[in-house]
């Protein structure tokens, strides 16, 4: 199991800039580079929903439509952290973000995970 813990959140403009960090502690025997690691998302009263993800070796990414274009998501294997860079940030995309981790490749459906942090609330004003 891996422990993860979010920061970086805050309230900002519509149109501002915020980046996400999620640090990562491997259990003993695994690695953090072992696993793959995803953003989601969840706004009150709805379902959590897939942001981005980054594959074990970060040579591979996937991201929601709904953020092509604005969120960066990366890696940096050596300081066990993962990242998400949310620009030219809209109203819609205020909800409680959540860094998750799983083993290899990441996946859009949450139920695949099965490491969680405890989320960090990002809200954008109009």
């Known amino acids: 199991q891996v422990q993860l813990v979010e920061s970086g959140g805050g309230l900002v403009q519509a149109g501002g800039s915020l980046r996400l960090s999620c640090a990562a502690r491997?259990?003993?025997?695994?690695?953090?580079?072992?696993?793959?690691m995803a953003w989601f998302r969840q706004a009150p009263e709805k379902e959590r929903e897939f942001v981005a993800g980054?594959?074990?070796?970060?040579?591979?990414?996937f991201y929601a439509d709904s953020v092509k274009g604005r969120f960066t998501i990366s890696r940096d294997n050596a300081e066990n952290t993962v990242y998400l860079q949310m620009n030219s940030l809209k109203p819609e995309d205020t909800a409680v973000y959540y860094c998750?981790?799983?083993?290899?490749?990441?996946?859009?459906?949450?139920?695949?995970?099965?490491?969680w942090g405890q989320g960090t609330q990002v809200t954008v004003s109009s």
């Open positions: 998750a981790a799983r083993p290899r490749l990441p996946t859009f459906n949450s139920y695949d995970y099965n490491a």
């Open positions: 980054i594959s074990w070796s970060g040579g591979s990414t």
């Open positions: 491997a259990a003993s025997g695994r690695t953090f580079s072992s696993y793959a």
